[in-house]
């Protein structure tokens, strides 16, 4: 909502520099274009929200990608993993008006291009998802025993 006109002049700048820098454009689109199968899949009819949400905003401002309304109808009726993965891509875009897209929440390394190229919502780069996921998985096996 407020960072609307920011979040579309980053789309309209392209990747601002040298090597170092991550080419948000690129990942702005996978993320936009993922946000947008995930909201189609389960709502049906996007005339209905446009209804709901009078803000008075000129049509199409749905696109925005940090306007994920959590407690919307349509939102809680997606499935746990669907939910996660909007929530992720709103981070993301998110990081992108912070400037921290791309980097690992743990570690603080950026994340490898081809694993945003994948999954542009990341938040872990793959070594630390790993332990996550292996570290999980143990919990899995041997949870805590109940007292
Ligand atoms: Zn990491």
Redesign the pocket.
């Known amino acids: 909502m407020h960072n609307q006109g920011t979040m579309t002049q980053m789309k309209r700048h392209k990747a601002l520099s040298p090597a170092e820098r991550v080419d948000y454009s690129k990942y702005y689109d996978l993320l936009m274009k993922r946000r947008g199968e995930l909201l189609d899949i389960d709502h049906r009819d996007e005339r209905e929200i446009d209804q709901r949400q009078t803000t008075g905003e000129a049509p199409g401002d749905l696109g925005d990608g940090s306007v994920i309304d959590t407690n919307s109808d349509y939102f809680l009726q997606l499935a746990d993993r669907d939910r996660q993965e909007l929530i992720d891509i709103r981070d993301a875009l998110e990081k992108m008006h912070h400037g921290t897209y791309g980097v690992?929440e743990?570690?603080k390394?950026r994340i490898d291009p081809e694993r945003l190229n994948r999954m542009p919502h990341a938040r872990?780069?793959m070594?630390?998802q790993s332990a996550r996921e292996s570290r999980e998985r143990v919990y899995r096996l041997h949870p805590t025993p109940k007292l």
């Open positions: 690992c743990n570690c390394k872990l780069c070594s630390c």
